[in-house]
C-alpha cells in the first residue's frame, strides 16, 4: 500500500467526552492503560504500509502533538513522507465546525496535491481497533471504485447503541453501494458505516475544491449520499473489532472490553501492533498486600492495594488497603490507603487521599479532572 | 573542527562464558535483567544522564543481536548528528586485521575514532555492570585535580577484594599504588572498571603498551601500573552507591531479586535518572481472576493467571493456571503452561515449560548432572527450549 | 549550557514583509539562496548548547513546520528535550496581538514548567547572526542577575536606519543596566537592544503569571523597563554582526551584505555551523554561456545566462541570455530566455518568460509573489 | 513475526586497490563522487527509491569513514523501526571468527542477520558502481518467473566481455549458460553483480558452499555455476540504462567527466529519482567577481575566484585568482591558491595545492615516475597533502 496516504481527523465533531476532551483533542484522550485514542487508527495505516499520514487538528491539539513527537514510535520519522500535523489555515479561522468535512480537509488540500500517492485512506481518530486495509484497497482498485467506504455488519440490526449519528448503507451483490441513509428506526440495512473510505485522491482533491466553492456542508457520508448516481461507490466488510468512542460511556466501555481475552488478543497483536509513545517507565512492582483481578495494568505503577475490573496507567500508586472496581485510572494518579474507588475515571494525575470513597455506576460514572486532589 | 570534552567507550566484546548457556548466542552486555532491560541499558543511560552524548560500544563477540538492540541509539536519546552512539567492531586496515586482544588492544585500534571527536577526555566503561552513577561528577573530580587518569572505586568486602584492582591513595586521593587482582590486598578500594583519562595522554601509552610484544594489552593489568610507575597524576573517585558484577550466574539472579527488596538499592523509579530501554511493543499486562502476585515485578505484554512470589516477570511472559514462580526470574517470551512449579530459575527468552513441570524443586535426579555455572540452587535454562509436559528439573542444572 | 532551555518568537510582531509574509510567518521566510530566518537564531541555540528548544507560533506556520520537520537537522530530534512548537491554545484564540509579549508567552508556560532547565534564552527569529551564548550566559549566572539582555554598539551614534521599533538601554560600568528606553532623536546611548534575553526561568514564569493576572501589555522591553528598579538587570555587549529583518529592504539589505568576505565567512562558519532543511538537490550546473559574478549560488540550479551581485536559491533555472543583477531569486523559479531581472525579488516557484524585463530600484524592489508567471 | 518480502545487502568490503591512494584510508564505496556523492549513496538510494527499506552494508576493510557516513541511515531515509541500513562487519561466534573470504562467505556469515526479517528473497549488490536502477521492477521480473535466482545484465562493448561474467539466455531471458570472465564470450551480455535469490534457495546454497573446503566462496565463481549446474531457475534481467563500475582511476575520472554533458546519460536533476547523500553543512557556493565558471558542477560551501572548465568542484573547495581548473575533479575541501594551473587531476579530500603551482600540464618530469594506476594523463593527488608552492607535478603520476 505504498501508493496510498493516510489522512485522520484528529477530533469526531461529536466528542462528547467531557472534562477529558476539555483541554485535549477527543484523538488525544488516554485509553487502555497505555494509549492514546488515535494510536489505534494510526498503528492499523502504519501496518498497511502507510508511510504518508497527515492529521488535521482544530484545537486543543498541544497534547496531541507531543504524544505524536516526531513519529518515531509509529516509525514516521521519516524524511520521505512521514507524519504531518495540519493545524488550521488561518483564513480558516473563521469558519466553524458547522462547515462540515469538506471545510476540514482544505486544510489538507497542499499535503493531498504535493504527496506522490494516487490513493487516500481516510478516518476519524476514533475508532478503537486493529485493522488492515491490504485487502479492501486491493478490492478499491480492481473494482476501478472512486470510492470505498467500509462497514460492518450488525448482528442482530441495530442493537448497538447510539446510532442515532451512524450511517447505514445498502450494497448490491457486488458489495457496490446503492444507498447511503442515516440512521433511523425503520432502518432496512444492517450494513453500519465505520466512516473509513479509500478514496482516489484526485477525486478528493476535486470535491474538496468543489465543496469549498459551492459552500458545501455536511459529512463525507452526506457528501457521497448525495453523488451516489454519479460515482462508483463500493462497500467493503471489515470483520475485526472495532470500538467506537463517542461518548464517556462508549469510552468506559471499550476499556471494559478490552479486559476481555479474545478482544485483547486481537485488538494488540493482530494483524499489526498497536504503537505508542514511549516513557521509559520500570516494569510494575506489586508488593506485599497486593491483590489484582481481571485488569490491565500498565508500567511503573507501585500497587499495594485492591484492584478488580480495572485499567490502570503508567505511573500510578495504590497504596495498602486501598480498594478499586469497575475504574480506569490514569497516569501518575495516586490513590492513598484505604480509599475505596467503584466505578471511577480519574484524569491524569488526581490525588484520591487516604479513607476516600468515590461510588458511581455503570450508568453513572463519577470522572475527576486532570490534577484534582480529592 | 568541532571537539568533544569527553565521549565515552564501552568494552563490550567480552564472550562473558561464566554465564554459561546465557551468552551462546548473544553477548554478555545484551543480557537480559530486571524484567525490561539488558545490562548495557545501565551504562548507557548513565551516559544519556551525564550528558555525555558519544558513546563507542566495542564489540567484537557476536553482536548481532546488541547491534541490533542499539541500533540507531534512539531509546537512550544516542541517535546525534555529531556524536551518538557507534558500534566498533574490530576490522582490516590494509591487507591485515586483528581481532581484539585485550581492553587497551580494544582502545588502540580504535584510535582513529576517538580522534574523530578530538576529545579532551575520554571515559571507559565495561558493559557488565549494574549500578547508575554521574559521571559529569566523576570528570568534575578529574578536571579539578588536573589529572592524567582518574579511577572510580568501591570499597568491596575484604574476603572478596583479590577479586578486584585495588588501589592505595594518600589523603588527597591520588594513587600510590595499584595491584590487579592482589593475593594479600593491602585496601579494600576496589576498581570498578570506570576510568577518565586524558586522551592525548592515553593515546601515547596505547601506542607504546601495543609496541611491547609481551604486554597483554590490558588496562588493570598494563595501561595503569606503566602510568603509575612513570609518576603521572591519577586519582581515585569514591562511588558509593549499588554496584554489581553480574558476571556469574548467581550474581546475576542476586541482582535481579535485590530489585525486589521494599526499599530497592538499585531504584528503577526515581524519574531523575531513568534507566533507558528499547521498547518491547507490548499492551499492558494482565492480571487474571486468580492470579496471585506478590512482592514481584511485572512489565508489559505478560499474562499471569498463576501465582508470582518474589519474581521478576518480563514482557510478554505467559503464567498458566495453577502454576508457581517463586524467587525466578523469567526473560521475555517465556511461557509457563498450568499446574508448574518453577523455583529459583533464570529461564532464558522464548522458552516454553509444558504442563506439569517442576523446575528447581528436587535437591538432587538421577542422570542430572549439576552444572559448575549454577549454584545456590538455581536452575538455568536457555533460550527457546522446551521443557516438555510433566519435566523434572533438579536444582542446580543448567539446560541448554 | 545545558541547564537553558530556548524560545523563539516565530513571528515579528512588527513583520512587513509584504507577500513575503502572506502565507507564512517571518521565521519561515527564505533568505540567503538555501536557509530560511529562524535557521540563524536557532543554529544560534544549538551551537550553544541548547538541547531543548520551544517555538512560539500564531498563525500561518504550516511552512514553518514543514521546514523544521523532526528537528534533526539541528539535533533536535530528540526524546528527552528537541524541538517543540507551541501553537496557540483554543482560549487565546480571542486574544489579538496587541496583548503583547506576556500573553503569546502563556502558551509557553507548560513548556517551562515541565523542563527541568533554571534558564531561558528568548529571542525573536528574525535576526540573521551567528552567536554562541555561552560567554554570555555565564555571566548572567555569575553576576547573579535575573534577565540579561544582549546588545550592540552602535558606532557612530543612530546610523541604522528603522530604529524607530528599537530600545537602547544604558548600563554602568558593570553593565548592569540603569535604563531601557524606545528610540528617539535625542538618544543618549549607542547601545541599541537586540530583543534577546537570557532569564531566570522562575522568573519568567512569575512575569507570565502576573502579567496575565493583570493583564499587562507591550513588549519584554517595556515590561522590564518598568520594573528595571526592582531587579537585577544586566548587558552583554554582542560583537558579532546581527542584520535583523524587519521590512522589505532590510530582507534585501541582509541578503547582499552575505555577499561580502569578511560577512560570509564568519555568518556561516564563525562560531558554529548555520543548519538548514536538507533538499537532496544535484550540484549546481553551469552550462556553456554562464558568466556568474559575486554572487551566491545554492545547489540544484541549471545556469546558462548571466547572474550579478545576486542570491539564487535551490533549483532555480537560468536560460541562455538571461541576464539578473542585484536580484533575488527563490526556490524552483525559471527565467526564460533573454529575460532581463534587476533588483527584483521572486517568491518560490516563479516563472519568467522569454525577453520579459522587470526593472526595480534599490530603494523600491519589485516582488513578485510565489507561483506567478510573468 | 514479521516479513519481508526483499531486503538488500550491499558487499562493501573490497579494498578497492586500483583506486591506488584514494582508498588508502577509507573503502571503496566511501571514495566520492560527482562532487556532493559518495559512490555507495547509488545503490543506497536506488534501494530506498525502490522501496526497499532494509539494507544489509557489508563491511570489512577500513569501515570508519564508511560507518560514520552511513551513520543511522538517516539520509536515505533508512533510520526505519523495523529494516534500515545496518552495517555488518565480521564478528566473532564462540571462541573463532574469520574475516570474510569472498563474496558468498560474505554473506553466509550474515545468515542470522538475514534470519531476523525472514525475506522471501535477497537483493545482492555491490557497493562501486555508478547507475540509476529500480529494483522494484527486477523484483516484478524475478517473481512473475518464479525465479530461484535473477541476474541483472547489461550489453557491454564485445572487446570488455572477458571481463564481466556472461550470460548466455533462451528467448524467455532464462539463463543455459554462464561464463565467469570467459577468454571466449560467447555473448556480451554481462552480469552486472545485481542479483536476486529466493533466501530459502539461497540459504542451502550458502551452506554447501562453505562446506565445499575447495571452493573461494565466491557468488560469480561458485554460488551462480553450482545452481545453474543443479538446475535451478535462473533468469537475465535486461537493464538498460547508465551502469559504470569505477573500480579504476580513470573510469571514476570518466565517470565524472560524463555528467558535464549536456544531457547526462546519468541525470542527476531527475527529482523522481533522487540520489540522497549525506549532507555537509555548507552555505551556497560563491562566484566572485572574477571568475569564470563553463560545463562545470559547483556544489555548497565552495569559493571560486579562478577559472574552472570542465570540471566536478566538491563541497568546500576554494579556487583562488588566477588559477585555472580544467578537466579535473576536486574532492570536498581541496584549497588551490593562486595562479595555479591544474589539468585533468583528481585531488583527494582536504589537499591544498599552494600557488604557481602546475598540475598535469606537463608529459613528463625528471624524478616522477608515472604510476601504474594513472592513465590517459590523469594526475591524481591524495587526501590531507600539502603541493608546496610552485611545485610542477607531470602528467599519469600518484602523490601519496
Not at chain 1, 481518530?125 to 462497514?151: G, M, P, Q, R, W
Not at chain 1, 476516600?356 to 463519577?366: A, D, F, N
Not at chain 2, 503452561?337 to 528436587?362: P, Q
Request: contains cysteine; neutral net charge.
Amino acid at each position: 500500500m505504498k501508493d496510498a496516504l493516510g489522512i485522520i481527523f484528529g477530533e469526531g465533531s461529536d466528542a462528547g467526552l467531557g472534562s477529558l476532551t476539555a483541554k485535549r483533542s477527543l484523538a488525544a484522550v488516554p485509553i487502555a492503560s497505555r494509549y492514546r485514542i488515535i494510536d489505534f487508527i494510526l498503528s492499523s495505516m502504519v501496518n498497511s504500509g502507510i508511510t504518508n499520514v497527515g492529521i488535521i487538528t482544530q484545537k486543543n491539539y498541544k497534547s496531541l502533538m507531543d504524544h505524536l513527537g516526531t513519529g518515531k514510535e509509529w516509525d514516521l520519522n521519516r524524511k520521505i513522507g512521514g507524519l504531518l500535523l495540519m493545524p488550521p489555515y488561518s483564513s480558516r479561522e473563521t469558519m466553524s465546525n458547522e462547515n462540515g468535512d469538506l471545510a476540514d480537509l482544505a486544510g489538507a488540500l497542499d499535503f493531498l496535491e504535493k504527496s506522490p500517492q494516487k490513493y487516500v485512506v481516510l478516518s476519524k481518530s476514533h475508532l478503537i481497533c486493529n485493522l488492515n486495509f491490504d485487502d479492501a484497497f486491493e478490492k478499491h482498485v480492481h473494482a476501478n471504485a472512486i470510492v470505498t467506504i467500509l462497514y460492518q455488519n450488525l448482528e442482530p440490526k441495530g442493537e448497538i447503541s447510539g446510532l442515532k449519528n451512524r450511517f447505514f448503507i445498502k450494497t448490491d451483490e457486488d458489495d457496490r453501494i446503492s444507498q447511503i441513509k442515516a440512521y433511523s428506526s425503520t432502518n432496512e440495512s444492517n450494513k453500519i458505516s465505520l466512516d473509513i473510505y479509500i478514496i482516489n485522491k484526485e477525486f478528493l482533491i476535486y470535491l474538496i475544491r468543489d465543496g469549498l466553492a459551492s459552500a458545501e456542508k455536511g459529512s463525507l457520508s452526506e457528501i457521497f449520499s448525495r453523488r451516489i448516481e454519479h460515482m462508483r461507490m463500493m462497500g467493503y466488510a471489515a470483520k475485526d473489532f472495532v470500538a467506537r468512542i463517542d461518548s464517556i460511556k462508549t469510552f468506559y466501555q471499550a476499556n471494559m472490553m478490552i479486559l476481555k481475552k479474545e478482544i485483547r488478543e486481537k485488538l494488540f497483536f493482530k494483524p499489526g501492533l498497536i504503537y505508542t509513545k514511549v516513557k521509559d517507565e520500570a516494569p510494575s512492582k506489586y508488593m506485599e498486600s497486593a491483590v489484582v483481578r481481571n485488569s490491565l495494568i500498565a508500567d511503573g505503577c507501585v500497587i499495594n492495594g485492591h484492584v478488580e475490573n480495572s485499567i490502570i496507567f503508567r505511573g500510578v500508586r495504590i497504596e495498602k488497603g486501598a480498594r478499586i472496581s469497575n475504574s480506569i485510572i490514569m497516569q501518575n494518579s495516586e490513590v492513598q490507603e484505604n480509599a475505596i474507588l467503584e466505578h471511577v475515571i480519574l484524569d491524569k494525575e488526581v490525588i484520591i487521599r487516604q479513607d476516600i470513597r468515590l461510588t458511581g455506576q455503570e450508568s453513572y460514572l463519577v470522572l475527576i479532572n486532570k490534577g484534582a486532589i480529592v | 573542527m568541532r571537539n568533544k570534552d569527553c565521549i565515552a567507550l564501552i568494552l563490550a566484546g567480552g564472550q562473558g562464558s561464566r554465564l554459561g548457556v546465557l551468552t551462546k548466542k548473544v553477548a554478555k552486555p545484551a543480557v537480559n535483567f530486571g524484567g525490561k532491560y539488558r545490562i548495557i541499558d545501565f551504562p548507557l543511560s548513565n551516559c544519556t544522564n551525564s550528558n555525555i552524548d558519544t558513546v563507542g560500544v566495542l564489540t567484537q563477540y557476536q553482536p548481532l543481536e546488541l547491534n541490533s538492540y542499539i541500533g540507531s541509539g534512539q531509546p537512550w536519546d544516542l541517535d546525534r548528528s555529531f556524536g551518538g552512539v557507534y558500534l566498533l567492531p574490530p576490522y582490516m586496515k590494509s591487507e591485515t586485521g586483528i581481532w581484539y586482544k585485550g581492553t587497551a588492544n580494544a582502545i588502540y585500534q580504535n584510535m582513529d575514532f576517538i580522534q574523530m571527536f578530538n576529545p579532551k577526555n575520554v571515559l571507559i566503561l565495561s558493559g557488565d555492570h549494574i549500578y547508575k552513577m554521574n559521571y559529569a561528577k566523576m570528570l568534575d573530580f578529574h578536571n579539578e585535580n588536573n589529572a592524567d587518569a582518574t579511577i572510580s572505586c568501591i570499597k568491596v568486602p575484604w574476603d572478596q577484594a583479590d577479586r578486584f584492582g585495588i588501589m592505595e591513595t594518600d589523603k588527597s586521593m591520588r594513587i600510590s599504588n595499584f595491584f590487579e587482582k592482589p593475593k594479600n590486598p593491602v585496601s579494600n578500594m576496589a576498581s570498578m572498571g570506570v576510568y577518565i583519562f586524558k586522551w592525548e595522554v592515553l593515546k601515547n601509552y596505547l601506542i607504546k603498551d601495543e609496541a611491547d610484544l609481551s604486554s597483554s594489552n590490558d588496562f588493570g593489568k598494563n595501561i595503569i601500573p606503566t602510568m603509575l610507575h612513570d609518576g603521572q597524576k591519577m586519582f581515585a573517585y569514591k562511588f558509593k552507591g549499588y554496584w554489581k558484577d553480574v558476571g556469574t550466574i548467581y550474581s546475576l539472579w542476586e541482582a535481579n531479586m535485590e530489585l525486589l527488596h521494599k526499599k530497592p538499592a538499585m531504584n528503577l523509579f526515581d524519574k531523575g535518572w531513568r534507566i533507558y530501554s528499547k521498547n518491547a511493543i507490548q499492551p499492558p499486562h494482565y492480571t487474571a481472576q486468580g492470579a496471585i502476585i506478590k512482592d514481584s515485578m511485572i512489565t508489559e505484554g505478560s499474562v499471569i493467571y498463576g501465582k508470582v512470589k518474589n519474581s521478576i516477570i518480563s514482557s510478554g511472559v505467559k503464567i498458566g493456571k495453577n502454576s508457581i514462580v517463586e524467587d525466578s526470574v523469567l526473560f521475555p517470551s517465556v511461557v509457563i503452561e498450568e499446574n508448574c512449579v518453577i523455583k529459583k530459575a533464570i529461564i532464558g527468552e522464548r522458552s516454553v515449560v509444558m504442563d506439569n513441570s517442576k523446575i528447581g524443586v528436587e535437591d538432587a535426579i538421577e542422570g542430572q548432572v549439576p552444572s559448575k555455572m549454577c549454584s545456590d540452587g538455581i536452575v538455568l535454562i536457555g533460550s527457546d527450549l522446551i521443557v516438555e509436559s510433566g519435566s523434572n528439573i533438579a536444582k542446580n542444572v543448567m539446560v541448554e
